[in-house]
């Protein structure tokens, strides 16, 4: 078995292996209206981040029930949009079960 390297002792949590970590943060908050080809290097860097998972998660739970144009940035791969479409099909999923 291996020992943890300095980098693993020092871990706080998740964040600590974002692959945006590496890049320029405005890259994240560009739009497929406003900075196309930024926006698409954010989408494909999310996509192959280890932490893409928690990091959605996060995104929704600090949203919660922002509105569609409230959601900012790229997060898990996902624009604003897109995660307010998410948010809003688990919504209704959720009356449809209570129904
Ligand atoms: S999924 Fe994207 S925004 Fe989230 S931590 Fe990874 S690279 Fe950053």
Not at 61 to 87: H, I, K, M
Request: with cysteine.
């Amino acid at each position: 078995m291996r020992s943890p390297t300095p980098k693993q002792i020092q871990r706080k949590d998740w964040r600590d292996d974002a692959a945006c970590l590496d890049h320029p943060p405005e890259l994240w908050f560009a739009t497929r209206t406003n900075g196309h080809r930024d926006y698409a290097w954010a989408v494909r860097i999310c996509r192959h981040c280890p932490v893409r998972q928690p990091c959605l998660e996060d995104a929704l739970r600090l949203e919660a029930s922002a509105s569609r144009n409230n959601r900012f940035g790229t997060r898990g791969a996902l624009s604003g949009g897109a995660r307010w479409v998410l948010y809003d099909a688990a919504r209704r999923a959720s009356l449809d079960i209570a129904a």
